[in-house]
Nanobody, 126 residues
Protein backbone atom coordinates (compact mmCIF):
# COMPACT_ATOMS: atom_id res chain seq x y z
CA UNK A 1 0.00 0.00 0.00
CA UNK A 2 1.31 3.41 -0.94
CA UNK A 3 0.08 6.91 -0.28
CA UNK A 4 1.71 9.55 -2.42
CA UNK A 5 1.26 13.15 -1.31
CA UNK A 6 2.05 16.07 -3.58
CA UNK A 7 1.30 19.74 -4.05
CA UNK A 8 3.36 21.29 -1.30
CA UNK A 9 5.47 24.36 -1.84
CA UNK A 10 6.30 27.88 -0.77
CA UNK A 11 3.50 30.43 -0.55
CA UNK A 12 3.01 33.84 1.03
CA UNK A 13 0.71 34.33 3.97
CA UNK A 14 -2.87 34.63 2.78
CA UNK A 15 -2.22 32.43 -0.22
CA UNK A 16 -3.54 29.00 -1.14
CA UNK A 17 -2.22 25.55 -1.88
CA UNK A 18 -3.91 22.30 -2.83
CA UNK A 19 -2.42 19.06 -1.63
CA UNK A 20 -3.21 15.78 -3.36
CA UNK A 21 -2.90 12.22 -2.17
CA UNK A 22 -2.96 9.21 -4.47
CA UNK A 23 -3.46 5.80 -2.88
CA UNK A 24 -2.50 2.49 -4.43
CA UNK A 25 -2.41 -1.10 -3.30
CA UNK A 26 -5.86 -1.10 -1.73
CA UNK A 27 -9.05 0.88 -1.88
CA UNK A 28 -9.81 3.43 0.83
CA UNK A 29 -13.43 3.83 -0.16
CA UNK A 30 -15.38 3.51 3.08
CA UNK A 31 -12.25 3.75 5.21
CA UNK A 32 -10.93 6.72 7.18
CA UNK A 33 -8.35 8.98 5.65
CA UNK A 34 -6.77 12.08 7.10
CA UNK A 35 -4.07 14.70 6.91
CA UNK A 36 -1.53 15.16 9.67
CA UNK A 37 1.26 17.70 9.83
CA UNK A 38 4.51 18.14 11.69
CA UNK A 39 6.28 21.43 12.11
CA UNK A 40 10.00 21.65 12.99
CA UNK A 41 10.55 20.95 16.66
CA UNK A 42 6.90 20.10 17.25
CA UNK A 43 4.89 16.94 17.60
CA UNK A 44 2.88 15.56 14.75
CA UNK A 45 -0.68 16.87 14.83
CA UNK A 46 -4.01 15.96 13.32
CA UNK A 47 -5.30 18.44 10.73
CA UNK A 48 -8.46 16.94 9.24
CA UNK A 49 -10.01 13.51 8.87
CA UNK A 50 -12.75 11.97 6.76
CA UNK A 51 -14.59 8.81 7.74
CA UNK A 52 -17.60 7.05 6.28
CA UNK A 53 -20.93 7.33 8.05
CA UNK A 54 -23.67 5.96 5.82
CA UNK A 55 -24.42 5.68 2.13
CA UNK A 56 -22.14 8.14 0.38
CA UNK A 57 -21.83 10.45 3.38
CA UNK A 58 -18.49 11.04 5.01
CA UNK A 59 -17.99 12.89 8.28
CA UNK A 60 -15.28 15.55 8.12
CA UNK A 61 -13.46 16.46 11.30
CA UNK A 62 -11.30 19.59 11.27
CA UNK A 63 -8.98 20.73 13.98
CA UNK A 64 -10.00 24.17 15.22
CA UNK A 65 -7.02 26.03 13.82
CA UNK A 66 -7.92 25.19 10.21
CA UNK A 67 -11.73 25.37 10.30
CA UNK A 68 -13.06 27.68 7.63
CA UNK A 69 -9.72 27.73 5.81
CA UNK A 70 -9.02 24.11 4.85
CA UNK A 71 -11.30 21.71 2.99
CA UNK A 72 -10.82 17.98 2.62
CA UNK A 73 -12.26 16.10 -0.32
CA UNK A 74 -12.16 12.55 -1.57
CA UNK A 75 -12.64 10.83 -4.89
CA UNK A 76 -13.29 7.23 -3.94
CA UNK A 77 -13.52 6.05 -7.54
CA UNK A 78 -10.02 7.37 -8.17
CA UNK A 79 -8.77 6.43 -4.69
CA UNK A 80 -7.54 9.95 -4.10
CA UNK A 81 -7.86 12.66 -1.48
CA UNK A 82 -7.18 16.37 -1.57
CA UNK A 83 -6.71 19.20 0.89
CA UNK A 84 -7.53 22.71 -0.27
CA UNK A 85 -5.76 25.19 1.97
CA UNK A 86 -6.78 28.84 1.82
CA UNK A 87 -5.79 31.88 3.86
CA UNK A 88 -2.56 30.20 4.80
CA UNK A 89 -0.65 31.41 7.82
CA UNK A 90 3.03 31.06 8.76
CA UNK A 91 1.99 28.70 11.54
CA UNK A 92 0.67 26.30 8.88
CA UNK A 93 4.26 25.64 7.85
CA UNK A 94 4.92 21.92 8.24
CA UNK A 95 5.36 18.63 6.48
CA UNK A 96 1.90 17.36 5.62
CA UNK A 97 1.18 13.63 5.65
CA UNK A 98 -1.58 11.77 3.89
CA UNK A 99 -2.76 8.79 5.98
CA UNK A 100 -5.28 6.00 5.81
CA UNK A 101 -6.73 3.47 8.22
CA UNK A 102 -7.21 -0.26 7.78
CA UNK A 103 -10.30 -0.34 9.98
CA UNK A 104 -13.62 1.43 9.61
CA UNK A 105 -13.03 3.91 12.39
CA UNK A 106 -10.18 6.24 13.26
CA UNK A 107 -10.09 9.23 15.56
CA UNK A 108 -7.60 12.09 15.70
CA UNK A 109 -4.81 9.92 17.07
CA UNK A 110 -1.97 9.05 14.76
CA UNK A 111 -1.84 5.47 16.04
CA UNK A 112 -5.27 4.87 14.54
CA UNK A 113 -3.89 5.14 11.00
CA UNK A 114 -2.02 2.24 9.48
CA UNK A 115 -0.75 3.71 6.24
CA UNK A 116 1.36 6.85 5.90
CA UNK A 117 2.65 8.71 2.90
CA UNK A 118 6.07 10.29 2.69
CA UNK A 119 4.89 13.83 3.37
CA UNK A 120 4.99 17.03 1.39
CA UNK A 121 6.51 20.29 2.64
CA UNK A 122 4.34 23.37 2.98
CA UNK A 123 6.10 26.63 3.79
CA UNK A 124 4.18 29.85 4.39
CA UNK A 125 6.21 33.02 4.47
CA UNK A 126 5.11 36.11 6.39
Amino acid sequence: VQLQASGGGLVQAGGSLRLSCAASGRTFSGYPMAWFRQAPGKEREFVVGSRWIVGSTYYKDYTDSVKGRFTISRNNAANTMALQMNSLKPEDTAVYYCVGAAGFYASREARGYDFWGQGTQVTVSS
